[in-house]
């Protein structure tokens, strides 16, 4: 048999720059998709965590801040049914609710997350919290709270103009409490930058490292402040201790020395750890927004 050269291509495609073209903008159509589903699904997550614990009953109090996902041999994760409350206490959802109801709910629960897998990485990986493997599986705490925010409208941007300061009471925990300044505009998922003074940050040194003495320091930063003299003036460094991160890639930034603004405040642990603002009866407001505005 000859081979001939043909008479003309077999088929055409687009030039190379509309191929590249088409190339990048089905890629960021796809990671544009697997964000939004996985903030839906996040969403959804938290949802269901609630209406588990109210029984479908719209508006019921229920106190749930997070929950165990474990992560499959496909990547995808799936609820193992265990729980913490806002004050961190740790519950299962058949303690709560029977086996039958809590298998239930489980088995409901793991059709949403079975889409929080590798594809959507990017988006439920920043609402979690990593913990101790789970029969050799990777487990993870996720935050509800910031789960449950992930469908809200963006805030409309402020109008330039002098930074208005708060004086409020915030919590990152509903357990310790502290006063401190915020700016209402600052924040991140409903989440406040407190600044405290340096009176209030020694409250937080002491709780931190007591609460590190009692559950472990690779579950929680401490803060320190360290008082010295040099040339006859006092000094106050304040220290904040990141304990996870020394055994990890990120250890040369396990230490981190918190700065004064210019009026001598500290804001401790920053948007970082999720404080919020608690109202006149200690309840947590998510987002802030002050009376007026």
Known sequence: MTNQTPPRPAYRVPDSTVLAEAVDKALADTETAHNQLGRVMAAVTAAAVRDALTRNTPGAPF?????????????????????????????????????????????????????????????????????????????????????????????????????????????????????????????????????????????????????AEEYGHGSIDTVHVLDGTVDGTGHAVVLLVTWMDLGTDCHEQAAEIVQPNADGRYAVGGHDWCWFVLDDDLKPLIPFRPTGR
């Open 63 to 211: 106190d749930a801040s997070a929950v165990e996902l474990v992560e499959s041999t496909d990547g995808a994760l799936f609820p193992s049914g265990r729980y913490w409350t806002m004050a961190g206490g740790e519950r299962t959802l058949t303690e709560t609710l029977g086996a039958t109801d809590a298998g239930n709910v489980i088995h409901d629960m793991s059709e949403w997350t079975a889409y929080l897998d590798d594809a959507t990485r990017d988006v439920w990986w920043d609402l979690c919290n990593e913990l101790d493997d789970r029969d050799g599986r990777p487990a993870y705490a996720l935050d509800l709270l910031r789960a449950a925010a992930q469908l809200e409208p963006p805030r409309p941007t402020p109008a330039p103009g002098p930074t208005r300061m708060v004086e409020v009471m915030v919590s990152a925990n509903e357990v310790d409490r502290y006063p401190a300044l915020v700016d209402p505009d600052d924040q991140h998922d409903g989440y406040v930058r407190p600044w405290f003074d340096l009176d209030t940050v020694r409250r937080i040194a002491a709780d931190t490292q007591a609460a």
